[in-house]
């Protein structure tokens, strides 16, 4: 039977399932009650089986960990199963306080001792990772968090307007295209989610990522304006952030399609190792180095309440964590 630990304070409740990849399978925000990560209604949850199919197996929502590949790639002779080794392999759990738990797991593509600790301050969520090269070779890698957010119509997507994007895969978009955020061509402006009750819609996927260094958070909102999800990261650590859009066209495992977006700030714009080291965007981890960093997820309430179509003068729209 799968264990679930979890964590919590009086704002925030964290779920994680340390035998299915260290999965993080629930982030609830407490004053609303709105759960922040998407489940998969038509896969669920059973131990992964290393080398199978994420998407056919192993895509059931939540927040899963990437290394050192998102698509299947064959690097030094050693074939990385989809989505990486992380996701793939059990993890153990070191430590658990009421609001902190520390786990880790040890790659089969090389002797990489990988370690997440998550800690709840508040309404934020602080993830340290540490990555220790055990082996005697440096170690070729790209890394991504991959929390899936759980969409609805009317969603807010908060990145700097006229920001460089390009696509790298779609439905209802070529690949390649290149585009100042939000306006791709032929799609609506993705920084809010279409109604697909809505006349004239359509269906559309697209995983897009920024320009290099471009930024170091990206935030969505909820539909009635009472909170929203901020998450950070410094550009150093992830100089790129890969967005996959998911409104109603896709599913790898061959159910009808679904709503979900993925937020994975990345060591690489791509996701395969092979492209990454070939561009020069591949990072390598020297025997014996150890590498650190951090990623943030902060909720935050407005203090004005839902949004208003025209809210009183006195009432300027504030969020805070």
């Not at 001792?113 to 070779?137: C, I, P, Q, V, W």
């Amino acid at each position: 039977m799968m264990k679930t630990h979890t964590i919590s304070n009086d704002l925030l409740s964290l779920s994680v399932l340390p035998e299915i990849g260290g999965k993080i399978a629930s982030l609830r925000s407490l004053s609303t009650g709105r759960e922040w990560l998407w489940k998969n209604p038509h896969l669920p949850v059973t131990p992964p089986v290393y080398g199978a199919s994420y998407i056919e197996t192993m895509d059931s929502g939540g927040w899963d960990e990437i290394f050192p590949s998102v698509l299947p790639d064959t690097v030094d002779g050693f074939d990385i199963p989809d989505h990486g080794d992380l996701a793939a392999l059990p993890w153990e759990v070191l430590e658990q306080t009421p609001t902190r738990l520390k786990m880790a797991v040890t790659t089969r593509f090389a002797p990489i001792r990988f370690e997440r600790t998550l800690t709840l301050e508040g309404a934020r969520l602080r993830t340290d990772y540490t990555m220790r090269n055990l082996g005697g070779k440096a170690v070729p890698y790209l890394w991504c968090a991959h929390p899936l957010i759980a969409l609805e119509p009317g969603m807010t997507i908060e990145l700097p307007e006229g920001g460089a994007m390009r696509s790298t895969v779609g439905v209802g978009i070529e690949a390649g295209t290149c585009f100042a955020w939000p306006h791709a061509p032929g799609l609506p402006a993705l920084s809010r989610v279409p109604d697909p009750a809505a006349p004239g819609f359509s269906p559309f996927a697209i995983k897009l990522f920024t320009a290099l260094g471009a930024v170091g958070e990206v935030a969505v909102g909820a539909p009635d304006g009472k909170e929203k999800l901020r998450l950070s990261w410094d550009k150093a650590d992830a100089p790129s952030l890969g967005l996959w859009l998911n409104v109603r066209a896709w599913s790898g495992s061959g159910s009808p399609p679904y709503f979900n977006l993925g937020v994975e700030p990345s060591t690489a714009p791509c996701d395969d190792l092979t492209t990454a080291i070939k561009s020069g965007h591949g990072r390598h981890l020297a025997p014996g180095e150890t590498h650190s960093w951090e990623f943030t997820l902060a909720v935050e309430r407005s203090v004005c309440g839902p949004r208003m179509h025209a809210p009183p003068a006195h009432c300027v729209p504030v969020f805070r964590s």
